[in-house]
């Protein structure tokens, strides 16, 4: 399947692109997300989530690593950008938010993307200036 390129205006129209592609979505799917610090990661994340159910607030899990929230279907959002190798963490460190019944998606991917499984999508966000952004899904 060819990528999807997109481009927005502002946030709720990158909100806008993660309740369209989270309508597509199935439990067990996880979504890796990737873009620079401030290229709108959690406000995909969050119009993803407030499109699976989930109505309470939605915040980027940089100094936790992970939050789960409850909606339609279980939730999951990571943050990985601390880890610099997944082999030197507890190997149930993702175990809690990597369920067959939840959705997750995962921000800064790179350090554990050779172990995940059932890889749905994959969404690159990139500044254009202002608040626009370039948005393509794989």
Known sequence: ????????????????????????????????VVGEMGAGKTTFV????????????????TFTIGRRYTGTVPVSHLDLHRLADL??????????????????????????EPALERIARRVTLAHLGGDRRRVVVE
């Open 87 to 112: 082999d030197a963490e507890d190997p149930a460190l993702l175990a809690d938010y990597l369920t067959p019944d939840a959705v997750a998606f995962v921000e800064w991917p790179e350090v554990a």
């Open 46 to 61: 969050r119009g993803a989530a407030r499109a699976l159910g989930v109505t309470g607030p939605v915040t980027s899990p």
């Open 1 to 32: 399947m060819a990528p999807e390129v997109h481009e927005t205006a502002g946030p709720e129209d990158t909100a806008a692109l993660g309740a369209a592609l989270a309508r597509d979505l199935r439990p067990g799917d996880v979504v890796l």
